[in-house]
C-alpha cells in the first residue's frame, strides 16, 4: 500500500489537518487517488478541479500518481466557491458527546 496524506484546500480555515489514505500500489491511477480520496473527505468527485502535490505541483495523469512516495501531502482544490454547500461542520450539539445540560452549568 501508498499511504498518502490529503486535504481539501480551504485557506480560510485555521485547522484543517491531513487524513491518511491508503491505495493499492496495483491500481496507483488518478482515477483511484480521486476516488479513495473523495470518499474519505465525503466529497463530490464532480467538484474536484484538481489535485496538488504540495507545495505546488498540479497531479494531471496516471504517471504523475505512480511517482508519489508514503506520506506525501496532497490537496483537493474545489471548483464550488462556497466550499460550505459541500461538507458541513457539525455544530457543538450535533457532535457526539455533546451534554446540554453540562453546558449550562453555573458555578
Same mark, same amino acid.
Given at each position: 500500500?501508498?499511504?498518502?496524506?490529503?486535504? &481539501?484546500?480551504?485557506? /480560510?480555515?485555521?485547522? /484543517? @489537518?491531513? &487524513?491518511? &489514505?491508503?491505495?493499492?500500489?496495483? #491500481?496507483?491511477?488518478?482515477?483511484?487517488?480521486?476516488?479513495?480520496?473523495?470518499?474519505?473527505?465525503?466529497? /463530490?468527485? #464532480?467538484?474536484?478541479?484538481? &489535485? %496538488?502535490?504540495?507545495?505546488?505541483?498540479?497531479? %494531471?495523469? @496516471?504517471? =504523475?500518481?505512480?511517482?508519489?512516495? =508514503?506520506?506525501?501531502?496532497?490537496?483537493?482544490?474545489?471548483?464550488?466557491? @462556497?466550499?460550505?454547500?459541500?461538507?458541513?461542520?457539525?455544530?457543538?450539539?450535533?457532535?457526539?458527546?455533546? /451534554?446540554?445540560?453540562?453546558?449550562?452549568?453555573?458555578?
Amino acid at each position: 500500500e501508498l499511504v498518502l496524506k490529503v486535504r &481539501i484546500q480551504t485557506p /480560510n480555515l485555521r485547522e /484543517n @489537518d491531513f &487524513i491518511e &489514505i491508503e491505495l493499492d500500489r496495483q #491500481e496507483l491511477t488518478y482515477k483511484e487517488l480521486l476516488r479513495v480520496s473523495c470518499h474519505e473527505l465525503g466529497v /463530490n468527485p #464532480e467538484h474536484v478541479q484538481k &489535485i %496538488r502535490k504540495l507545495p505546488n505541483t498540479m497531479l %494531471r495523469k @496516471d504517471k =504523475d500518481v505512480a511517482r508519489l512516495q =508514503d506520506f506525501q501531502e496532497l490537496e483537493l482544490v474545489l471548483t464550488v466557491s @462556497d466550499k460550505n454547500l459541500l461538507f458541513r461542520v457539525p455544530t457543538l450539539s450535533e457532535q457526539s458527546g455533546y /451534554n446540554k445540560k453540562a453546558s449550562e452549568l453555573t458555578y
